[in-house]
Nanobody, 114 residues
């Protein structure tokens, strides 16, 4: 059974940090382009960060310099390190993998609030 399972979300104060993890099962991520998306209430889903199988990364402008995407193919896991969080980062964060097919996780809630 193919699955992407995100974890690591939660409540954090402005200026704080969180690291999200996305563990894949049922397939190997090694050739997949992996992305993190987010969707805030009342807004469209947007791509936050992506990483190719050659580890080339891409970020939406609003998170450049604050977020870092990485992958560990041996652990079949993708990470999103998020620093200097602001309330505007509050959203449900989703992991996605694309190559021969596209898979999505169920999402993890990140809330940035004092």
């Amino acid at each position: 059974q193919v699955q992407l399972v995100e974890s690591g979300g939660g409540l954090v104060q402005p200026g704080g940090s969180l690291t999200l993890s996305c563990v894949a099962s049922g397939f190997s991520i090694s050739r997949y382009y992996m992305r993190w998306y987010r969707q805030a209430p009342g807004k469209e889903r947007e791509m936050v960060a992506g990483i190719s199988f050659t580890r080339i990364t891409d970020y939406v402008d609003s998170v450049k310099g604050r977020f870092t995407i990485s992958r560990d193919n041996g652990k079949n896991t993708v990470y999103l390190q998020m620093n200097s969080l602001t309330p505007e980062d509050t959203a449900v964060y989703y992991c996605s993998g694309s190559w021969s097919a596209t898979y999505w996780g169920q999402g993890t809630q990140v809330t940035v609030s004092s």
